[in-house]
């Protein structure tokens, strides 16, 4: 069986950051990916310097091809579902979906986040005309008539204000739940109009959103917007290795990548189990790679 430095499992810009660092450090890699990666849906990522407006699988084929040219670094599309380590040779053993098994001194979990949305038909128009970082999206969709369909009260007004900055034409869908009187009348001095009506369906064309239909049967002409989902991460790697959790459920790590668990990683959104940005994951990415190369360095000096 194969031997690594490090495994790393989840190849977005978390991930891809830390293989590129270390195999450039002259570490044994292999990274895995199976191709989730929540911004596959959207047609352009903005914001990443020197690559703003590039499409994902661009992004993602660019950073492969320059990772591919250091020759201690392998890259395989599979699905890792089981990582156990043996507590007396102190290697993890990480298993594929396509039962293969793979040995490694360290594990980076970079294995991003996944959301889930207040309506299921949200879904279909994600990543097209309705997005959830104002960041990423918000200049594609400034001053045009713009939706806010969240639940939670902190949640809409935090991302209400927000987007006004791109958009002053916007309608508030709490679907069925209720705001304050405070905040409504805030919504009201900005003249943001706010529905609390369950909503029942989306209308559009091509993952364009055209309208909104509450139960009433009232149809609002809407042509994007942003929502708030609930994220989490696809797995529970983290749990099963005795990575400490914070009550807000974050990986708790010594700001470094390093988890609590020895020889476990952490870097990009699946540590705060919240959204960020290409940028920044990757960035994570380096730092954790940093740590990871230091620590074998000390094990082996
Ligand atoms: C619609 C949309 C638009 C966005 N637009 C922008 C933008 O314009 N600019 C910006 O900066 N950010 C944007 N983002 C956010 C950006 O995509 C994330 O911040 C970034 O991708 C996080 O990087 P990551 O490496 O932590 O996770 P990810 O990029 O999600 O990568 C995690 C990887 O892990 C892999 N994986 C997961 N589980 C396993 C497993 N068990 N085995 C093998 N592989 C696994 C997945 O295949 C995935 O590729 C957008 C997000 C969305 C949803």
């Known amino acids: 069986m194969n031997k690594y430095d490090c495994v790393i499992i989840g190849g977005g810009p978390a991930g891809l950051s830390a293989a590129l660092t270390l195999g450039r450090a002259r570490r044994k890699i292999a990274i895995f990916d199976n191709g989730t990666n929540r911004n596959r849906v959207t047609q352009e990522s903005h914001g990443f310097l020197t690559r703003d407006g590039i499409k994902p ?49 360290k594990v980076l979990l970079a294995t991003g986040i996944q959301e889930e949305f207040p309506l299921p038909q949200i879904r279909q128009y994600y990543g097209k005309s309705l997005f959830s970082c104002p960041y990423c999206d918000g200049w594609e969709l400034r001053d045009k008539p713009l939706a806010i369909i969240a639940e939670k009260e902190e949640h809409i007004k935090h991302m209400t204000k927000l987007v006004f900055n791109w958009s002053q034409d916007l309608i508030v869908f709490t679907n069925g739940h209720q705001l304050s009187d405070n905040v409504q009348s805030e919504f009201e001095r900005k003249k943001i109009k706010l529905y609390t009506e369950c909503v029942k369906n989306l209308h559009g064309e091509d993952s364009n959103l055209i309208s909104i239909e509450l139960e009433t049967g009232e149809h609002i002409l809407r042509s994007g917007g942003f929502v708030v989902p609930n994220f989490y991460r696809p797995n529970k790697f983290a749990k099963q290795l005795n990575c400490q959790v914070d009550e807000n459920g974050i990986i708790i790590t010594d700001g470094a990548g390093r988890t609590t668990a020895a020889g476990i990683y952490v870097a990009g959104e699946t540590e705060k189990g919240g959204a960020s940005s290409l940028m920044i994951a990757a960035a994570e990415g380096f730092k954790t790679a940093s740590s990871i190369n230091l620590d074998i360095t000390i094990d082996r000096f």
């Open 57 to 105: 699988q661009e992004f993602k084929n660019i950073a492969s091809k320059e990772i591919k040219s250091y020759p201690s670094i392998s890259m395989l599309d599979q699905t890792i579902i089981e990582i156990t380590k043996n507590d007396k040779s102190g290697l993890f053993l990480v298993k594929t979906s396509e039962n293969k098994s793979y040995m490694s001194a």
